[in-house]
């Protein structure tokens, strides 16, 4: 059984910074990528960020160059930095991991940003 806990997200002013943690637990292993998603209200869940076991990351265009994802593959988790939030960026926010035919979510965190 795998789980996945989000945490960290919050309400913070446009430009601001917060960043996300995710702690994985269960089956893992290093070799799995595991990835950021987000929903807005209204809005269909869409991809952030991606990152693979030995570090190779992947970017949407909406984030690309404000936030940066990374692992502790020891601990397993993962983390999403980001920065020079925008007020488009509010949604809830996902892990997820894919292994094998499988993709595994948390139950999100709301990360708020105002304008």
């Known amino acids: 059984q795998v789980q996945l806990v989000e945490s960290g997200g919050g309400l913070v002013q446009a430009g601001g910074s917060l960043r996300l943690s995710c702690a994985a637990s269960?089956?893992?292993?290093?070799?799995?990528?595991m990835g950021w998603y987000r929903q807005a209200p209204g809005k269909q869940r869409e991809f952030v960020a991606r990152?693979?076991?030995?570090?190779?990351?992947i970017y949407a265009d909406s984030v690309k160059g404000r936030f940066t994802i990374s692992r502790d593959n020891a601990k397993n988790m993962v983390y999403l930095q980001m920065n020079s939030l925008k007020p488009e960026d509010t949604a809830v926010y996902y892990c997820?991991?894919?292994?094998?035919?499988?993709?595994?979510w948390g139950q999100g965190t709301q990360v708020t940003v105002s304008s």
């Open positions: 997820n991991i894919g292994i094998g035919l499988n993709d595994y």
């Open positions: 269960g089956t893992i292993f290093s070799s799995n990528p």
């Open positions: 990152i693979r076991s030995l570090g190779s990351t």
